[in-house]
């Protein structure tokens, strides 16, 4: 009816297991008692305790000097008595919360009594919050969060007080719509300009594929009719545009059917010139956005002051070469809104390009004479001035020579490039004519870096 195990104990249960100095079972009851260090496992959550006793079928029970790990929320709950009840309760006698690893926690709550229900919230009476050991901010009660799942609710808003802006609230609330998708709503009131609606979508359906974008809208109740009166006044610049907004995101796709091809998307246009240094505070911020798009996708966007820039890719890379098809579209947000006319964009835009690399190998393995070749195809276009399309090959000899004194690298390239383009007649023309031309150039570029250390 009862065994009893002495140093280093160990029990399992599929996934779980428990390990203890000491442990003694009981079988009619089901139950275990546990003394001398005993450490529980439940999948990647765990609990310690001086000492602990278990009905193994109810899974009820208490520990002394007890603590749980949660790898969830990555949360432990210490407390001097630890009762655990039906289901996945726990009610704590002197309780301790944190989520920071080591003996001495960078803060903590402390409870005289807490009740814990995992994937749920944390229920604390008679709570302190201490930094170190040393107590800040006294509650008689609190809630704390104990989930492993996201959840749908609001999030911390943002307010104050601006002389542009008047009162201001941004209130976000997230929506966990499932397991790989979610969506955040914003409505930003700000007494002086009115209401900006925001959404930021984001998907991870798998590993291959991931979605981030956000939108930011607004109605605004100012105009800039004179330079003078700007917030940046001084860049001769206005703004007579009342509605007013911001798009920016990014895609990645690995193909499934065939993963050595991947895509990548970025979009990012802007309303006008001073939006992104008008707005930026929140949830709807500048910062905020580029940050999570880093984080998230590991390239950068534009600072807020330059040309806003979109584009797609899809690309293959091989031992010896690469494949890279693309668009490219930049925007100048200083156009328009009674400044310089949408229709006189000088900026040029690639769409589309082709570029195809040979990677830089030996002809002949036992010598070090290397090759090497870029090729592009592409088709430039701008509203005023020249656009057309452009062939550009170049193949590349290189030779590295290397001895105990230093290196010598000698290369030499034939950049062979065609034209064939549109350009746009003077303004002083009665009539604009699009002028055609074909052209074509070679560029022999020659290239020796030499280097030596001495020491």
């Avoid at 039906?86 to 005289?112: K, L, Q, R």
């Avoid at 943002?158 to 201001?168: A, E, L, V």
């Avoid at 925007?331 to 009674?338: D, F, K, S, T, V």
Wanted: charged residues 25%; contains cysteine.
């Amino acid at each position: 009816d009862v065994v009893e195990a002495v140093d280093n104990v160990g029990m399992h249960m599929g996934d779980d297991g428990l390990i203890a100095d000491n442990a003694r079972c009981y079988a009619k009851t089901d139950g275990i008692h546990l003394s001398g260090d005993g450490r529980v496992r439940r999948g990647e959550d765990g609990l310690t305790a001086k000492s602990a006793e278990f009905n193994l079928e109810s899974r009820t029970g208490w520990l002394t000097d007890g603590v749980i790990f949660l790898a969830g929320p990555h949360a432990y709950f210490a407390g001097e008595r630890i009762n655990k009840h039906w289901g996945d309760v726990y009610s704590f006698n002197n309780a301790t919360i944190t989520t920071c690893d080591g003996d001495s926690p960078a803060w903590s709550f402390s409870a005289e009594s807490a009740v814990v229900e995992l994937d749920g919230y944390a229920q604390l009476w008679g709570t302190s919050f201490r930094v170190k050991n040393v107590p800040v901010v006294y509650a008689p009660y609190m809630i704390v969060p104990a989930k492993t799942d996201r959840q749908t609710g609001f999030l911390s808003p943002d307010w104050g007080h601006s002389s542009k802006r008047g009162y201001f609230y941004n209130q976000p609330f997230f929506w966990a719509i499932d397991s790989s998708r979610d969506l955040t709503l914003n409505e930003y009131y700000m007494s002086e300009r009115g209401f900006m609606h925001g959404a930021t979508y984001r998907s991870r359906g798998s590993e291959d594929e991931k979605l981030w974008i956000r939108a930011d809208y607004l109605s605004d109740r100012t105009r800039i009719k004179n330079d003078a009166d700007g917030d940046y006044s001084g860049d001769g610049l206005i703004r007579t545009n009342s509605e007013r907004w911001w798009i920016r995101g990014m895609y990645d796709w690995r193909v499934p059917a065939a993963p050595l091809w991947r895509m990548r998307a970025d979009i990012d246009l802007v309303s006008d010139q001073d939006f992104l240094k008008e707005y930026d505070l929140g949830v709807s911020s500048f910062s905020n956005s580029r940050d999570s798009l880093f984080n998230e996708f590991s390239r950068d966007i534009q600072e807020k002051d330059l040309d806003r820039v979109s584009g797609a890719m899809i690309f293959r890379e091989w031992d010896r070469a690469s494949l890279f098809l693309s668009g490219r579209y930049q925007q100048n947000p200083r156009l328009g809104n009674g400044n310089t006319p949408r229709h006189k964009a000088s900026t040029v835009q690639t769409l589309p390009a082709l570029d195809v690399f040979m990677h830089k190998g030996r002809i002949i393995e036992d010598f070090p004479l290397e090759f090497e070749a870029s090729a592009q195809a592409t088709y430039k276009y701008r509203r005023e001035g020249t656009s057309g399309a452009r062939w550009d090959l170049v193949p590349k000899l290189s030779l590295p020579l290397s001895s105990e004194y230093g290196s010598v690298i000698a290369s030499a390239a034939l950049r062979s490039t065609w034209y064939n383009t549109e350009a746009t007649g003077h303004a002083d023309m009665e009539k604009t004519e699009r002028v055609k031309s074909d052209s074509s150039r070679q560029v022999v570029e020659v290239d020796v870096q030499a280097s030596t250390e001495v020491s």
